[in-house]
């Protein structure tokens, strides 16, 4: 059964269901927090009673070690922010201000997947979910798309409640579209604060969909993420709706002889194609780059500062916050726009590895599970959406949207600590 079963399964369901309602009043960037700690309260408090609670939220079992790194991993986060600030001066204030940042934002990065792997939360009810969001987005895309071309203003309003505080207007404001500065033409970014994580949205959900059993809603599930992709017009979008989607699949050949001989003569052929190919791959990226050549630019340069700013003035614990950018990168925040250049520059070299080491060891354990069983490419796919998004974004203040996937990443570790039986049918390889 794909319904609810539990308390916890009924308010992730319920806040997945309601995610249009909730950005039409602009309140989606406090939802996401107060959904993390509440249920990550109630995993700890379900470990605490134990056996004394309730049979329905009762814990799997222990935190699994994957999960403790992502808590110590965010915990170091934490720390390398107040030295950060202690280093530079910041003061109270900025250090309270950025405190409650963490506290919306890395946090989520842990009590997400603490609260899949503890409490008895089942991914069949995240996808059902979320492909009951992709039935909204379908009956709202019409008027989304055609808003620009009858008239309809790009915003509608910014919520009140941004009074609460947040790293900018846009995640309070309701949008039908915005245009391109570049090319001046309209661009769709549906409930998310930009059109480039609109469509990475699109991408986790086309990634939930496809693991949805009902052929119908696995339809409509499909069908909207991949409306959000193109109307984003995003190209990191594409290049996630088609390597985020086969690749996993693509996995369990590994463990196959006759893929390795394929790969062999493929190998022995480069000999004569590689010139061609190495040609054509350049011109492709290229092309991919010109895109959006202005966009290209500035956050080359974004990453270029900040990395030769970390190198000379902050190698271990970073400045603490993001400095405002110089007209070369069109006032842009030194840090922004990269999560691996903005831990770099934020929080140094231990900041880098606080997110490193988790990712990584997440990446690892999906892509075992993936190559033995159907059962890992859902999270590998949701981790590669994870990798994309950072070479692009700032994941953490992108977190309070793509909780869904952190949790499935939690309900992965708990799958496999406990060694589920994967039924033959479902077996890859």
Known sequence: MSVPANPAET?????????????????????GPVLAWVIAGLAVLSL???????????????????????IIGMA????ALWIGHLNWD?????????????????????????????????????????????????????????APYVGLPEKIFTSPLKVVGGPGPEYFTVFLFTYDPASWTPRWQFFAPWSPFAALLGVTMVLFALEEKDNRWRAVGVAAGTV????????????????????????PLVLRSW???????????????????????????????????????????????ARERWQEEAPWFGHGTVQPGPH?????PIGSHHTWFGLLFVKGLVGFLALLVPLVW?????????????????????CMVLVLLSFGENVEIEAYLMWPALLCLGIHAREVRAGDDVSPSSRQG
Request: aromatic letters at 8%; proline letters at 5%; one cysteine or more.
């Open 328 to 332: 070369l990168v069109e006032y842009m």
């Open 76 to 79: 170091v986060m934490l720390l």
């Open 228 to 251: 959000m992709v193109l109307a984003s017009k995003s190209r990191m979008g594409l290049v996630g709706l088609v390597a985020c989607t086969i690749c996993p699949r693509m996995v």
């Open 259 to 305: 893929a390795w001989a394929t790969l062999a003569g493929a190998t022995a052929s480069l000999a004569v194609l590689g010139p061609w190919l190495m040609q054509t791959l350049g011109a492709g990226i290229a092309g991919f780059k010109a895109a959006r050549a202005d966009s290209t630019r500035v956050r080359a340069t974004l990453q270029r500062i």
């Open 48 to 70: 605490y009673l134990g056996p004394a609670i309730r049979s329905d939220l009762r814990p799997a079992g222990a935190v699994p070690p994957l999960i403790w790194a992502w």
């Open 90 to 146: 910041l003061g109270l204030k900025q250090t309270i201000k950025s405190t409650i940042g963490w506290a919306k934002g890395w946090a989520l990065l842990a009590l997400f997947p603490l609260a899949g792997a503890i409490l008895p939360i089942r991914r069949e009810v995240i996808i059902r979910a979320q492909c009951r969001l992709g039935l909204w987005t379908l009956c709202l895309a019409p008027i989304l798309l055609a």
């Open 11 to 31: 308010m992730v369901w319920r806040i997945i269901l309601w995610t249009w309602p909730f950005y039409g009043v602009g309140a989606l960037y406090i939802v």
């Open 362 to 382: 997440q990446i690892g354990l999906a892509l075992k599970d993936a190559a033995g069983s159907s059962r890992g490419r859902l999270p590998l796919g949701l």
